[in-house]
């Protein structure tokens, strides 16, 4: 099975700078994706990036970037710019490739974002 | 983006009767829905995989017996929740998997809060 690990319970940024999440997983697959989500106080899960293991690019959406290290099996997500609206749980996600797996995604255990003014 | 809709979205129960939990793809056909259990400060776990027209398949240590999961429709699933104890106080949330979607994405609901007397 895959682990997600997310070693990093709280982090604290203030206000226009930027801030790096770090994630690592564990998986023999080589065909998978990966995900940020944030979940804000609503407790909404909202996508955030998302990147495709078979891609070398790595992804960005605009504020929000990702670097990810397919050898390594790290996928840390940096937010520059922060800003207050930023401050929310973020989860990283995995979910295999394989048609037989479910799709179901893998979430590690989640960072704390606190954005300072 | 497509929009999943759960109802109720909290609900408070005495000990030892049964809840029903309902996810809806509003503007979308989901040939698969997920119900995950977040407990307070916690990740998303996965309890089910819900397949339109076939039985759920339970994640290890989840019972099916008191979680029922039906999903009668590519736009309906329901978690039921019987004899609802104490402990089964959580936040439960549903995603469901776009159909067509090269990338297979998730959307997820806004999660039902369950309190149980």
């Known amino acids: 099975a895959q682990t997600v690990t997310q070693s990093q319970p709280e982090m604290s940024v203030q206000e226009a700078e930027t801030v790096t999440l770090s994630c690592t997983y564990d998986?023999?697959?080589?065909?998978?994706?990966l995900f940020w989500y944030k979940q804000p106080p609503s407790r909404q899960m909202i996508l955030v990036i998302r990147?495709?293991?078979?891609?070398?690019q790595n992804a960005t959406e605009n504020r929000f970037s990702v670097n990810f290290q397919k050898a390594a099996k790290s996928f840390s997500l940096k937010i520059s710019d922060s800003q207050l609206g930023d401050a929310a749980m973020y989860f990283c996600?995995?979910?295999?490739?394989?048609?037989?797996?479910?799709?179901?995604?893998?979430f590690g255990k989640g960072t704390s974002l606190l954005v300072t003014p | 983006g497509a929009v999943v809709s759960q109802h109720p979205s909290w609900v408070i129960c005495k000990s030892g009767t049964s809840v029903k939990i309902e996810c809806r793809s509003l503007d979308f056909q989901a040939t698969t829905m997920f119900w995950y259990r977040q407990f307070p400060k916690q990740s998303l776990m996965l309890m089910a995989t819900s397949n339109e027209g076939s039985k759920a398949t339970y994640e290890q240590g989840v019972e099916k017996d008191k979680f029922l999961i039906n999903h009668a429709s590519l736009t309906l699933s329901t978690l039921t929740v019987t004899s609802a104890h104490p402990e089964d106080s959580s936040f439960y949330i549903c995603s469901a998997r776009v159909i067509g979607q090269a990338n297979n994405e998730q959307f997820f609901g806004p999660g039902t809060r369950l309190t149980v007397l």
């Open positions: 996600a995995y979910r295999s490739a394989r048609s037989n797996s479910g799709y179901a995604l893998n």
């Open positions: 990147q495709e293991a078979y891609k070398q």
């Open positions: 998986t023999s697959e080589s065909d998978y994706y």
